[in-house]
């Protein structure tokens, strides 16, 4: 990875580790003060970064609502580029710069879908894939190059899972809601974790409250350590 890159990762979850129902649904596991926290890390960081899947599911906006603050560049991980065009990213590309980053060997994508995209103000960029997704260091080189310095992961799950299985994360922004929802999509998957010292740890930053959610703020573990 790219050393001057920070990758920040934050996504809210139940006490269960869920971050949405089985059918999908995930607004608003957290309360109001919380989204409002997601916020200003949309504010503090270059760019912000999700899946194709995040897009299809909650429609986002990704731009920082807090008062007179910038919002981040957009990023989509998109292999096929499935992005709708009527998808808000996609609505209000002019006016906020927007990536969709797709595979460069996919056979579905051809330069009239490239070309379609890029007329509605988006930048579309190829990138290489390992079979499992986009690959992430490429992703990182590609946003380091255009002088982006961080870039918040807001999610899904498949994004978190596969930054964390790489070891890109320096910081997470855990939030806790004191919600059960049993069944339902779990923030992080497959990490390839057989014994524990392969596992990602972290160190505590700090620990509050965000209303009625709690905030836990961690840091990267050094090696060693
Ligand atoms: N509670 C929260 O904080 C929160 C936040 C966000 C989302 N969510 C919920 O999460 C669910 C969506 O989960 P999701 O896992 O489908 O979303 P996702 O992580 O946003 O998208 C995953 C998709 O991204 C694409 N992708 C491209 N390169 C990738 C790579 N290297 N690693 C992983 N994915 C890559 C893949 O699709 P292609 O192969 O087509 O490229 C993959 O299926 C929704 O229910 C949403 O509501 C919850």
Redesign the pocket.
């Given at each position: 990875m790219p050393s001057s890159m920070s990758v920040v990762i934050s996504?809210?979850?139940s006490l269960d580790g869920r971050?949405?129902t089985a059918s999908?649904a995930?607004r608003w596991?957290s309360c109001p003060e919380s989204l409002e926290y997601a916020h200003t890390l949309r504010r503090d960081n270059d760019a912000i970064l999700?899946?194709?899947?995040?897009v299809l599911?909650?429609d986002p906006l990704l731009t920082c609502r807090l008062p007179n603050a910038r919002s981040p560049q957009r990023i989509v991980?998109?292999?096929?580029l499935?992005i709708p065009r009527e998808s808000q990213i996609v609505r209000t590309a002019s006016e906020v710069p927007t990536t969709v980053l797709f595979n460069r060997d996919c056979p579905s994508v051809d330069t009239t879908s490239v070309e379609s995209l890029r007329s509605l103000g988006l930048e579309v960029a190829p990138i290489s894939h390992n079979g499992?997704?986009?690959v992430?260091c490429a992703v990182l080189e590609q946003l380091s190059a255009r002088g982006l310095r961080s870039v918040f992961v807001?999610?899904?799950?498949?994004?978190?899972t596969?930054f964390l299985r790489e070891d890109l994360v320096d910081e997470v922004h855990l939030v806790v809601a004191p919600v059960m929802i049993g069944t339902g999509?779990a923030a992080v998957g497959e990490l390839g974790v057989t014994r524990l010292e392969q596992a990602p740890r972290f160190e505590t930053v700090s620990v509050s409250r965000l209303g009625e959610d709690l905030l836990w703020l961690l840091r990267k573990r050094n090696v060693g350590r």
């Open positions: 996504y809210a979850q971050v949405a999908g995930s596991i999700v899946g194709i899947g995040t599911s909650d991980l998109d292999s096929a499935r499992k997704g986009l992430l807001e999610g899904g799950p498949g994004v978190i596969a999509i």
